[in-house]
């Protein structure tokens, strides 16, 4: 089954951290280079930090230095740690391959206050 759930978002102020978690099935996660994207309301999804199968690393500039992502190869499941949130950094955010994603999941809601 190709399934990919997202959880560990919510609320948060404005330099607060927040850890989310993605549980993949394994034919997606599996050599797979992995990526988290956010969607803020009236824009289009971007991919915020993605992580090759061999741990090679890669951040947009807008959270390089705030955000980690890591990755569970024996769980199938991926990690962002964000630290130092900013109100722009409010959207929903998703995993999902790099090349040739596959479905969506649901997502989960980060809110920044400022």
């Known amino acids: 089954q190709v399934q990919l759930v997202e959880s560990g978002g919510g609320l948060v102020q404005a330099g607060g951290s927040l850890r989310l978690s993605c549980a993949a099935s394994?034919?997606?996660?599996?050599?797979?280079?992995m990526g988290w994207y956010r969607q803020a309301p009236g824009k289009q999804r971007e991919l915020v930090a993605r992580?090759?199968?061999?741990?090679?690393?890669g951040y947009a500039d807008s959270v390089k230095g705030r955000f980690a992502i890591s990755r569970d190869d024996a769980k199938n499941t991926l990690y962002l740690q964000m630290n130092s949130l900013k109100p722009e950094d409010t959207a929903v955010y998703y995993c999902n391959k790099v090349l040739f994603p596959t479905n969506w999941g649901q997502g989960t809601q980060v809110t920044v206050s400022s």
């Open positions: 394994k034919i997606i996660f599996s050599g797979s280079t």
């Open positions: 992580i090759g199968s061999d741990g090679t690393l």
